[in-house]
């Protein structure tokens, strides 16, 4: 973490209102730790504009594993990018549905590729890419 820095903020009062709602239902200790939070998520977003940043990131899908065509390629693609992917968690949600959380780690463009490919696996019922910048 680089040093803290203090700067000031213009913003439309019921918005600030809102914000500071928000910020007491998480349980926020300050606007500087939400907003921080909040950039921080912000930024993660943008991975398209810094293909080359080493970056960590989670993909979670949700399938059904009946069908074993999608399980097949899931694991195919997981190989392909074995360079990248550091772990998977696999949870059994019922007797069809299940939640796969894998951890990714290299330059941006490989990850977003990864969650890319993996996200739009026929039959993923859902499908979310997340980059974490510490
Ligand atoms: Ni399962």
């Known amino acids: 973490m680089g040093k803290l820095v203090r700067f000031g903020i213009c913003m439309d009062e019921t918005l600030l209102k809102n914000f500071d709602s928000f910020i007491h239902k998480k349980g926020f200790k300050n606007r500087s730790q939400a907003i921080s939070q909040c950039l921080r998520d912000f930024l993660s977003q943008e991975l398209d ?3 080359e ?3 960590t990131g989670i993909i979670i899908l949700v399938y059904n594993h009946d069908k074993r065509e999608l399980v097949d390629t899931l694991i195919d693609l997981q ?3 074995v ?3 550091i772990s998977t968690l696999h949870v059994h949600l019922d007797h069809h549905n299940c ?3 894998i951890v990714a780690k290299g330059v941006a ?3 977003k590729s990864l969650a890319d490919k993996l996200t ?3 039959g993923i019922k859902q499908g979310y890419f997340k980059a974490v910048i510490p």
């Open 49 to 51: 504009e810094t293909p």
């Open 53 to 55: 940043q080493e970056t």
């Open 79 to 81: 190989h392909e990018f």
């Open 83 to 85: 360079e990248n992917v």
């Open 99 to 101: 939640l796969e959380i």
């Open 109 to 111: 463009k490989n990850l």
């Open 120 to 122: 739009s696996v026929k």
